[in-house]
């Protein structure tokens, strides 16, 4: 196997590590003992701004490696692409903004039908989709208009990660959300979008 195609899987597991230990339950109990309150408002700046650091040297190493050409896809198909994928780029940000709920460290170590845990509240991206985060991830990546040898071993892989971690987040979901959570999943799937947007029954 060629050397930079080593080193980059081993910049992927590495971020894929510190990522996974990150948003782990485990370790955000910690944090929340350790912190108290402060934690709930700490947690997710630094949590971005540590995935966004150890990220960089995994895209620097395939800006400086991306192995030989696979293909380029021609105008107009690769505006097209690149069309795509801003679009997707904007549903993560307003997924974010759709459910601050799901991301208050508080609210994810409590458990179901308790005050802290909320209320799911179903509205904006996830009307239409359960995981927009995977499907905006996968959707950025796979319509890449050009691939090599390193960035297709880069995207299958990574591919895999957000598959897990998507089943991961849900698993959570379910812990904190409970039947609400259980119910939404049998009415909107996780990556592809509905046609018709999810209205909650009223509690």
Request: aromatic share 12%; glycine share 6%.
């Amino acid at each position: 196997m060629d050397l930079s195609i080593v080193i980059l899987v081993i910049c992927l597991v590495g971020f894929a590590a510190i990522h996974s230990l990150l948003a782990s339950l485990p370790f955000k109990r910690f944090i929340r003992r350790s912190l108290g309150s402060k934690a709930d408002k700490l947690y997710m700046p630094v949590y971005n701004v540590i995935a966004v650091i150890t990220i960089v040297p995994l895209a620097y190493l395939l800006y400086k490696n991306p192995g030989p050409f696979i293909y380029i896809v021609p105008s107009p198909w690769r505006w097209l692409m690149v069309g795509g994928q801003v679009i997707a780029a904007i549903i993560g940000p307003r997924a974010l903004k759709d459910a601050p709920h799901r991301f208050r460290l508080h609210s994810q170590l409590s458990a179901p039908d308790t005050p802290e845990a909320g209320h799911l509240d179903i509205h904006g991206v996830y009307r239409w989709i359960r995981d927009p985060f995977l499907f905006s991830g996968l959707v950025i990546m796979w319509l890449t208009p050009f691939m090599t040898v390193n960035l297709l071993i880069i995207y299958i892989l990574t591919t895999i990660y957000l598959i897990m971690g998507s089943l991961h987040w849900e698993s959570r979901l379910v812990a904190q959300f409970g039947n609400e959570y259980l119910e939404y999943q049998e009415n909107v799937h996780r990556i592809i979008p509905r046609l018709k947007g999810y209205h909650e029954k009223k509690r």
